[in-house]
């Protein structure tokens, strides 16, 4: 470790020295966190609760209804465990990353070290560019859970107050995320936990006002655990994505964290608990006591909190007041949805234009760490929810909205294989995996697994883009569908264009700096633990813990 610490200082004076640290072989101009002047307020509790349940909205409430129509209860639990069980591999990959390097943009600029400054580019602009779209769907989606109340208000009113109110928290910068952040996923969190003990009570018949008595299993046998076959379990990928978008948030937020390497492997762990909780147990107990033909799960999509399954549940076993709760909640989860898109598509941008590849002035970051244009910039997308009040407002939403339809696909698969060919180039240089400071439990394997799943699942968006379930093939809802990939591979060429083809189309492992954005570490010096089957149980523990 001496040598590898001298290394490290001697790099980082050096570049110092020239003013311009850059990637190995990439010629991409890429400052470390310290030179980067946003701020480092996320304590250890903001990072777990953005882990935890940070992301947890519309997608889970409300489009799970959908997957459950088109697929079944069993479709539902196969595909958000496999998504869920990519998502774990995932992040897991990226702790190990954002522990060592907790750079501006994290899988953005790892993307631009270890894979290629074009497919850095344009992951980085379509991920941004996701949220950005994202937020304004938030909003109008906040807007529709109230009318779950008050129908006589224009739901364009509540689209003002919801952008003033975000506006409001941008003031306070990062810090002001990490509270509301925290303050909103305690409230998500405690909303799940109490839906799944009622829901454990309803399929008991332990509720007297539910004339259906004891349920059990009776659903997953009429109407049956699947529907629409092979199909309809494919289209489970693109509910579930959208569910689990935001689970790689706690990454990008290293560079704003006081101490990554003690927040961050405890947050990235707590993602095997808000996958299986949160997602496949609530999931689990929808699937048993809302019936998959329910015709109102056929309007269970975007922002219809009407149709939510979770309050079909509630409203099936005939409790009063209670979808009203629920209600408020899902417009809690919105809120803080639309929350998570500022942070998200601020920080990748400012990131961006701070290494060459966006507009110079949205890399201005103000003395409190807020990268004031790019939240500008944000904020005037957000001002797209307002196309809803025309009557072709739906329509050129969707379009819009497909431009992130497969964003997460795209920004999950490129970190497995970014921690893939870290983790080579860290061999060929020389180092070894004790000189670490976190490991992701799962190794390369499970990025390999990860990044194999991806691929699986961008085939299966494909097909049942295709082919949609019930439905004939409709080249309208195949690109309003799969309209992400052209645009990624058209941001991919174009930076290849710029830059006149030049460099190979892969980083070489001897070429990439492995130095330049690592963070001081002063490190205990551990021995390392070897691998049998006897500590087996202990490891998978402390993975997960």
């Given at each position: 470790m001496e040598k590898t610490d001298r290394e490290f200082d001697e790099k980082k004076i050096s570049d110092e020295e020239n003013g311009s640290p850059h990637y190995g072989g990439s010629g991409v101009e890429v400052l470390p966190a310290d030179q980067a002047p946003l701020v480092r307020e996320l304590k250890g509790r903001h990072m777990q609760m953005i882990a935890i349940g940070g992301s947890i909205g519309a997608g889970l409430f409300v489009g799970s209804g959908s997957a459950l129509s088109n697929g079944g209860p069993a479709s539902v639990l196969l595909g958000f465990i496999i998504v869920g069980t990519m998502l774990l591999f995932t992040v897991q990959a990226l702790g190990e990353l954002a522990v060592l390097y907790p750079v501006n943009g994290a899988f953005y600029t790892y993307a631009v070290r270890f894979i290629d400054p074009a497919w850095g580019f344009a992951m980085g602009w379509d991920y941004a560019l996701s949220w950005l779209i994202v937020l304004p769907f938030e909003i109008t989606a906040a807007g529709i859970t109230i009318q779950y109340w008050r129908t006589d208000?224009?739901?364009?009113?509540?689209?003002?107050?919801?952008?003033?109110?975000?506006?409001?928290?941008?003031?306070?910068?990062?810090?002001?995320?990490?509270?509301?952040?925290?303050?909103?996923?305690?409230?998500?969190?405690?909303?799940?936990?109490?839906?799944?003990?009622?829901?454990?009570?309803?399929?008991?018949?332990?509720?007297?006002?539910?004339?259906?008595?004891?349920?059990?299993?009776?659903?997953?046998?009429?109407?049956?655990?699947?529907?629409?076959?092979?199909?309809?379990?494919?289209?489970?990928?693109?509910t579930a994505a959208f569910a689990f978008g935001g689970t790689e948030l706690v990454g990008l937020a290293a560079a704003e964290a006081a101490d990554p390497r003690k927040t961050l492997p405890t947050a990235t762990k707590q993602v095997f608990w808000r996958i299986t909780f949160f997602y496949v147990i609530s999931l689990l107990l929808v699937g048993l006591i809302v019936p998959s033909d329910s015709p109102d799960l056929l309007n269970s999509s975007g922002a219809n909190t009407k149709f939510s399954p979770f309050i079909i549940a509630i409203q099936l076993a005939g409790i009063q007041g209670l979808p009203s709760v629920f209600n408020a909640v899902i417009t809690i989860s919105v809120i803080s949805v639309a929350n998570s898109c500022t942070f998200a598509s601020t920080r990748t941008i400012q990131a961006l234009s701070l290494n060459g590849m966006g507009p110079k002035f949205l890399a201005y970051v103000d003395k409190r760490g807020r990268p004031i244009w790019c939240i500008v910039l944000q904020i005037a997308f957000g001002l797209l929810a307002f196309i809803n009040e025309a009557s072709v407002g739906p329509k050129v939403f969707n379009w819009l909205l497909a431009l992130s339809g497969l964003s997460y696909f795209f920004v999950w698969a490129s970190i497995c294989l970014c921690h893939i060919r870290f983790r080579k180039a860290w061999k060929v240089q020389g180092h070894t995996l004790e000189e670490l400071p976190y490991q992701a439990s799962f190794g390369v394997i499970g990025s390999w697994i990860g990044l194999g799943l991806n691929v699986i699942a961008l085939i299966a968006t494909f097909y049942t883009s295709l082919y949609p379930p019930g439905g004939s093939p409709d080249p309208q809802a195949f690109f309003s569908n799969y309209l992400a990939a052209p645009i990624v591979i058209a941001l991919y060429l174009g930076w290849k264009v710029k830059t006149g083809f030049k460099g190979p189309w892969f980083v070489r492992s001897h070429n990439m700096d492995l130095l330049t954005g690592m963070r001081a570490l002063d490190l205990d010096p551990l021995p390392p633990v070897p691998k049998t089957l006897k500590n087996l149980p202990n490891r998978i523990f402390n993975g997960l813990f």
């Open positions: 208000i224009n739901i364009g009113v509540w689209i003002a107050v919801f952008l003033v109110v975000l506006s409001a928290i941008q003031i306070f910068g990062v810090r002001g995320y990490g509270e509301v952040e925290f303050f909103l996923s305690v409230i998500k969190i405690v909303a799940i936990l109490g839906f799944i003990i009622l829901a454990i009570v309803i399929d008991c018949g332990g509720v007297k006002s539910d004339p259906r008595g004891y349920i059990g299993g009776k659903y997953w046998y009429e109407p049956g655990a699947f529907r629409n076959g092979f199909q309809g379990f494919c289209a489970v990928f693109v």
